[in-house]
């Protein structure tokens, strides 16, 4: 089954209004991964944690991992049309053998 | 340049022949993973090795079938292509390691007619 959840399905904003994915685990993991898939490409990595509480910054783009190693966010503040695509988590459990992706958010945005 | 490729990008093709998806890195990567996705949805792992001579059947439950005779290559074969299999099919890789982030090919878009 699905280790990883990742919340919501879709997600529609208007230009410039803020956007949040979520990913969750039920169980402790060593890392978590965000990619990026535009429409019609392919995953591309964005950026890994690894650390309890981290937070790393992309400029509009702000990736936390929980105090428990068990959730993610990804959020876009101001959100622009090149940021439409779907956002990928993907999480290692720990003592587990590799990364399982969550099911993908998919933002559009309305100019 | 190091890379990762996949071939063909497109086919479209009757139902019950033969077909392999290619799929080659140039980054010498010991791991090596095929995905299907419908367009925007889910990645479903069908397939991963963890170097020559080692496959496992992923996540979901497919009819294909893969290889890993050298390390660059883990082509991806189904016996006799149906309707059901129409999907887009991804190939990637990664370094040895738990830190080590996925490369993905650009795709092969599969119509089954």
């Known amino acids: 089954g699905q280790q990883v959840m990742q919340i919501p399905q879709y997600q529609h904003v208007q230009e410039g209004e803020d956007f949040t994915t979520y990913c969750n685990s039920s169980t402790t993991l060593s890392n978590i991964q965000w990619y990026k898939q535009r429409p019609g490409g392919h995953p591309v990595f964005l950026i890994q944690?690894?650390?309890?509480?981290e937070v790393k910054k992309q400029k509009r783009l702000t990736f936390q991992f929980g105090e428990a190693k068990k959730n993610s966010s990804l959020h876009i503040t101001a959100t622009q049309t090149t940021d439409v695509g779907t956002y990928f988590c993907a999480g290692k459990v720990v003592n587990n053998n590799d990364m399982r992706f969550g099911a993908g958010t998919r933002l559009t945005v309305k100019p | 340049e190091a890379d990762i490729y996949q071939t063909p990008r497109y086919l479209v093709i009757g139902t019950g022949k033969k077909i392999t998806l290619e799929c080659s890195q140039t980054?010498?990567?010991?791991?090596m993973y095929w995905y299907q996705q419908d367009p925007g949805m889910e990645l479903h792992l069908i397939h991963y090795?963890?170097?020559?001579?080692?496959?496992e059947k992923g996540d979901l439950s497919s009819e294909s079938t893969v290889s890993r005779i050298r390390t660059e290559h883990f082509p991806l074969t189904l016996e006799s292509a149906r309707p059901s299999h129409t999907s887009q099919y991804l190939c990637a890789s990664s370094d040895w390691g738990d830190y080590n982030e996925q490369f993905f090919g650009p795709g092969t878009r599969l119509t089954v007619l």
């Open positions: 944690l690894v650390k309890s509480g």
């Open positions: 090795s963890y170097g020559v001579n080692s496959t």
């Open positions: 980054m010498g990567h010991d791991k």
